[in-house]
C-alpha cells in the first residue's frame, strides 16, 4: 500500500528543527510516490501557514510554524491516547463528557463545522445538538469552538433506556465496523515483519505504510476506553503495530520520523 503525500511529509516533521528535503523525497520515492505529488502537498501546506521552507527543491528544509504544531499536535493527542489505553497507562475515570452545540441558527455554517469537529473527534450525538464522549474532548477541538459549545461531564447516563456503560459505548460506537477498520493494519504488520530490506528508505517506506495504515484505521475510531470493550482486537493490533514500528527504529541510526511525537 502506498501512502499518502500528506503522511510522508507530516512523518518527517518534528516539533522542534527541520527536515532535509532530499532525504524526503528519497523515502517518498522508495514508497512508490512520484516527487509532483509530494511537492503538491507541500505547497498546500505552505498556502495553509503550516510549513515554512527554506532552499529549493531536494536542497532545501522543511520545518512546522507555529499554527503547524498545533494542528499536528492534536492529531497526535489520539495516537497518544490509543497507545496509552494499550499498554494501560490512561484508564477512563468513569465520566461522560456532554457537548451541546450553542450556535446561532443565523451561523449555520459554524454550527455544522463543529458538527463534524465533534464527530471526527470521536463524540457521537444522543439528542438534536448534544453530543457525547467518554473522553474530555477540550484540547482536540481547540479554543476556537469553546465559545460555541456547553459541556459537563455526568458518572451516570441514560441512553433512551440504556444505562449500562459497556452496553452505551456498543450502542453508540458499534464495534464491528471499527474492528473491520484494523484490518489493514494488521495486514501491513505482518507484510512489514515479512520482508527483510535493510537500507534506511526501505525501513523508512515500511514506516510510512505502518503510519499510513494506522492513520486510516484511527480516523473512525472513537478511542473508547477498554473498560467498556471485552477483548479488544484494535488494542492488540495497535500493541503489534508499536512493537514493529520500534523494531524498525532500531535499525536505523536515529530516529528519523515523527521525532518527539511517539510515546
Known amino acids: 500500500m502506498t501512502p499518502t503525500p500528506r503522511t510522508v511529509v507530516e512523518a518527517f516533521l518534528p516539533f522542534?528543527?527541520?527536515?532535509?528535503?532530499?532525504l524526503l523525497y528519497d523515502t517518498a520515492n522508495a514508497a512508490g510516490l512520484d516527487d509532483q505529488p509530494v511537492?503538491?502537498?507541500i505547497r498546500r501546506m505552505l498556502a495553509a501557514g503550516e510549513v515554512t521552507q527554506s532552499g529549493r527543491g531536494r536542497r532545501g528544509t522543511l520545518a512546522l510554524t507555529d499554527a503547524g504544531r498545533v494542528r499536528l499536535g492534536r492529531d497526535r493527542l489520539a495516537l497518544r491516547l490509543a497507545l496509552g489505553q494499550d499498554h494501560g497507562q490512561a484508564p477512563w475515570d468513569g465520566r461522560w463528557h456532554l457537548l451541546a452545540v450553542s450556535v446561532p441558527e443565523t451561523d449555520r455554517t459554524v454550527r455544522d463545522a463543529l458538527r463534524r469537529d465533534l464527530t471526527e473527534a470521536g463524540a457521537a450525538p444522543?439528542?438534536?445538538?448534544?453530543?457525547?464522549s467518554p473522553h474530555d474532548l477540550g484540547a482536540m477541538l481547540g479554543d476556537a469552538n469553546a465559545e460555541h459549545l456547553v459541556r459537563a461531564a455526568a458518572t451516570a447516563l441514560d441512553v433512551r433506556g440504556t444505562t449500562e456503560p459497556a452496553a452505551i459505548a456498543e450502542q453508540l460506537w458499534p464495534a464491528s465496523p471499527i474492528i473491520a477498520g484494523y484490518a489493514?493494519?494488521?495486514h501491513t504488520v505482518a507484510r512489514v515483519r515479512a520482508t527483510t530490506d535493510a537500507g534506511v528508505h526501505a525501513v523508512l517506506a515500511h514506516q510510512l505504510s505502518l503510519a499510513d495504515a494506522?492513520?486510516?484505521?484511527?480516523?473512525h475510531d472513537p478511542l473508547v476506553p477498554l473498560e467498556l470493550r471485552s477483548d479488544w482486537p484494535p488494542s492488540r493490533i495497535r500493541r503489534a503495530w508499536h512493537a514493529t514500528w520500534t523494531a524498525l527504529t532500531a535499525r536505523l541510526p536515529e530516529e528519523m520520523l515523527y521525532r518527539g511525537w511517539l510515546p
Not at 126 to 132: A, D, E, N, P, R
Not at 214 to 219: H, N, S, T
Request: without cysteine; charged residues 25%.
Open 16 to 22: 522542534d528543527g527541520v527536515t532535509p528535503l532530499d
Open 214 to 219: 494506522l492513520e486510516q484505521a484511527m480516523r
Open 126 to 132: 444522543v439528542s438534536t445538538g448534544l453530543y457525547v
Open 184 to 186: 489493514v493494519v494488521e
Open 39 to 41: 511537492r503538491l502537498s
